[in-house]
């Protein structure tokens, strides 16, 4: 016995592989922006002039990213494969009250400390340096 469908398939099998491409296409997308977003931050950060400022560390946090890969391994079956990053960043509060945070690129997350005063070289959305210094002395 052979049953025609009216949608042209088999029980709306033809709408689901006709929406597998546009949808693969679509996170392929997404990825390649996230790539070039990510690229020109970097880009835009680096060239960035260096500047000095007295601030206060008023706070500090860590961001960590996890990611998993599968891919096969000799014998056919799937691995997993886990990496993490660990992103440390510190908030400084400036002469005028505001406050921003920062990227740390250069390690200074575990040399400094939450209420430590002295000037901050910020390039772009990153710390790359901190120079502690005791309230009195500065000029």
Do not use: C
């Amino acid at each position: 016995m052979h049953v025609d469908f009216p949608s042209g398939g088999v029980g709306g099998f033809d709408f689901i592989f006709n929406l597998f491409p546009v949808i693969f296409v679509i996170i392929v997308i997404i990825i390649i922006v996230k790539l070039l977003m990510g690229g020109a931050k970097y880009v835009q950060n680096a060239s960035s002039p260096r500047e000095s400022h007295y601030s206060r560390i008023v706070a500090k946090r860590t961001e960590v990213r996890s990611t998993t890969n599968h891919h096969h391994g000799e014998n056919g079956a799937m691995h997993p494969t886990h990496s993490s990053r660990t992103y440390y960043y510190i908030t400084l509060e400036f002469d005028n009250g505001s406050r921003k945070e920062f990227l740390d690129v250069k390690n200074l997350y575990g040399l400094v400390a939450e209420g430590d005063n002295g000037y901050a070289s910020i390039q772009g959305d990153w710390i790359v340096a901190f120079e502690r210094q005791p309230m009195e002395s500065r000029v």
